[in-house]
């Protein structure tokens, strides 16, 4: 005798050996024995064999018309014999029950199980409603399909074209655009980035990046809601200082400026005046809302996206020929020896004289020229007017760093220009990735450069170690040490930067561009209006949770912004040798199959440097480039005949090492195993090269 059973919901068919009052033993066709549970046994039978019942049983099924078995079930719980009997004849045999046992389970919104065997049918209501789901489940995978048709053969529907960056970076992986292109990149063999471009739902690499960084970073937009700048209220005194700001040319955002007095007197009084949109701007306004929500202007070649309205930055920018509101520190040196002998800070209006801009001055205001005034004669009369001031603030700017440098242990390394991008036939608002770009260098530690960078160390460490005097909390950055793998660390907490060599560094020079620096511009002036009773007036208290939500938020946003940063510049760095029709170029090497090239901001990945120091100079001829993955690979066609050079991992604030202008991987959410049956076709790609790179 063969027996029918459940095991598991799969049903199985075995000789029965014998049997007890609860368990059968039962001998597969495999000639395995199993132990079975009574209750488990459906059916029993002699023939036909169990080889031969199921495959009939299975083709009877497949014939069966679930509305007219459904018409001719009892109303009543029933078992799938009786209705074998309804539906194909009062003496249905083994074959037309197991036959019914199968469409009974196959149909689940037709018939409900009841127990092992026993069914019930679906109310008529519940029954419409299955079925008007899978007709729509029909259409909706005969839509997936469709799609996948044109994606395969090299158009893109417009769904899909529409929702190209979700579907890549933030998925509905139920939606039938997303299936439709894991099934159309599972049928073709083709991984998810290229099946898109190929179909022309990618036209423009310049493009892919930009929407890519819109849609994860601004979904809504980069507009600004209606928005107007509120007045400073403070009855604020003119200071008796006529300072001057140093920056690039496309800047529009002037936060900070110089000035300098006692020139001669054997006193000298530095000024650093940061401008103060915190005396205006409060905390929860609706302009405060949407620094916070940005918390950072993005830059990038050609373009930016500020944090703030212009409209609002005007306003509190320090433009040449206004007496701008300020937070100013004055710190008082010693002219001679360059000790500082106290300080002091002050809600001031300051008139700006003049706003310096370092691109065109670089070339004029030079370390001879700082250094021997009869070489004025290539300045406008204004800027050698500066010359006194100037040299002095560099020398002074020099002292502070060598100080610094006995902190850090070691000097800072300023080998690597800054490289600038210049865009040329921008015709919009903003580049397409069509213009040509210009690549220029700025030798980092110039003297304009130094002046700001140290007076900005300066009021950045002097209001951090104040804030802690006060018991004011703050928003510090912090590195514990200069070994390797130590990071730069944001926290609440006045800590040394060993990176910096300061004992504490809190960013408040910058709050038109940095939302971290208008809190703590905020955090300043309730110590300079408060004194010693500023921890109570302050707007964010010790362990404010606020302080540290603002921390994690701004870590996360400004990696992204750096990373899309880096990610662009890498891009029009490759622009430039399609542009320039480089096919070549010199590299130093900084570690096993990776150089930098000596005149570009590139890194990249080369064959041949077997048996090379770390440091050596190499010609390298280049591989193709993808403006969509930004990867360039090359090979080493020969060592150069140069002094090999020191390769240096350290930084003197984010402890960025060599890799730091590489490409990160481009993370796609796609998973070509999603709703595959079976394994096979291309392995799951969870990931492609692409185009953001790490931020520093």
């Known amino acids: 005798m063969h027996i029918l059973f459940d095991e598991a919901g799969k049903l199985m068919t075995g000789r029965l050996l014998s049997e007890a009052e609860s368990s059968l033993q039962v001998e597969l066709e495999s000639g395995k024995r199993v132990k079975v549970k009574a209750t488990n046994a459906l059916l029993r039978f002699d023939k036909p064999a169990p080889a031969q019942l199921m495959p009939a049983a299975s083709a009877l099924a497949e014939s069966m018309e679930l509305e007219l078995a459904y018409e001719f079930a009892p109303e009543d719980e029933f078992g799938f014999a009786e209705l074998a009997r309804e539906y194909f004849s009062t003496s249905a045999g083994t074959a037309e029950q197991v ?50 048709a044109e994606l395969a053969s090299g158009q893109c529907p417009q769904p899909v074209r529409e929702q190209l960056y979700k579907i890549l ?35 423009s690499a310049y493009q892919f990046h930009w929407q890519r960084f819109l849609f994860d970073q601004f979904p809504k937009g980069t507009g600004f809601p209606a928005l107007q700048a509120p007045a400073i209220a403070d009855e604020l005194p003119l200071a008796t200082v006529q300072a001057f700001s140093i920056d690039d040319s496309h800047t529009t955002e002037i936060d900070d400026a110089l000035s300098l ?27 405060d809302q949407v620094a916070r929500h940005r918390l950072s202007t993005v830059y990038m070649p050609g373009h930016k996206i500020t944090m703030l309205p212009d409209e609002v930055v005007q306003t509190y920018t320090l433009m040449a020929g206004r007496d701008c509101p300020a937070v100013s520190l004055y710190v008082t040196f010693d002219e001679a020896t360059l000790e500082p002998k106290d300080s002091r800070t002050v809600l001031e209006r300051v008139p700006i004289a003049l706003n310096l801009r370092h691109d065109q001055l670089d070339t004029v205001i030079t370390e001879d020229w700082l250094s021997d005034g009869a070489t004025a004669g290539d300045a406008a009369p204004e800027i050698a007017a500066l010359q006194p001031t100037l040299a002095f603030i560099f020398r002074l700017a020099r002292h502070l760093k060598a100080q610094r440098e006995v902190v850090r242990g070691k000097p800072e390394n300023f080998n690597r220009p800054d490289y600038t991008f210049k865009l040329t036939g921008v015709t919009g608002s903003e580049p397409d990735g069509s213009e040509t770009v210009v690549i220029g260098t700025r030798s980092r530690g110039a003297p304009l450069d130094l002046m700001v960078a140290e007076a900005m160390i300066l009021a950045n460490s002097s209001w951090g170690q104040w804030l802690a005097e006060c ?19 944001m926290g609440t907490k006045a800590q ?34 408060h004194g010693k009773t500023a921890a109570l007036a302050a707007p964010f208290k010790p362990k404010d949770a606020n302080l540290f939500a603002i921390i994690s938020s701004f870590d996360a946003a400004y990696t992204a912004y750096n990373g899309f940063q880096n990610g662009m510049e890498r891009y029009w760095t490759l622009k430039h040798l399609q542009q ?28 041949g440097t077997e048996g090379l120091p770390r440091g050596a100079h190499v010609r390298v001829r280049l591989g193709d480039i993808d403006e969509m993955t930004l990867e360039v690979g090359g090979t080493v066609i ?59």
């Open 471 to 489: 018991g004011v909390p703050g928003i510090y950055r912090s590195q514990a040490s200069l070994a390797p793998g130590v990071k730069v660390r």
């Open 99 to 148: 036959a019914a046992l199968l469409c009974l389970q196959g149909a689940p919104h037709y018939f409900r199980r009841a127990g092992k065997g026993r069914y019930k049918k679906a109310p008529p209501e519940i029954l419409a409603q299955a079925l008007a789901a899978i007709e729509k489940k029909k259409q909706v995978q005969a839509q997936i399909e469709a799609w996948a």
């Open 580 to 607: 320039a029709g480089i096919s070549e170029l010199t590299a130093t090497l900084i570690k096993d199959n990776l150089v930098r090239a000596d005149s570009l901001p590139l890194v990249l990945p080369v064959l």
């Open 169 to 203: 970076f933030k998925p509905d992986k139920n939606g039938p655009e997303y299936k439709a292109v894991v099934e159309a990149a599972r049928n073709s063999h083709t991984a998810p980035l290229a099946l898109l471009r190929n179909a022309g739902a990618i036209t």
């Open 496 to 529: 040394p930067h060993a990176g910096i060599g300061v004992k504490s560094y809190a960013w408040s020079t910058s709050p038109l561009r940095r939302y971290v620096d208008m809190v703590n511009q905020w955090q300043i002036i309730a110590c300079a209006r």
């Open 261 to 287: 007095q006692g020139l001669g007197s054997g006193t000298v009084t530095l000024g650093v005046h940061i401008a103060a949109p915190g005396l205006a701007i409060v905390p929860d306004s609706a302009i």
């Open 638 to 696: 020969e060592r150069l005949d140069l002094p090999v050079d020191e390769v240096s991992d350290d930084s003197a604030d984010e402890g960025d090492g060599d890799e730091g202008d590489l490409v990160a991987p481009l993370a796609l959410a796609i998973d070509l195993d999603d709703g595959a049956d079976a394994p096979g076709g291309p392995a799951a790609e969870s990931a492609e090269p692409a185009g953001t790179a790490p931020a520093a």
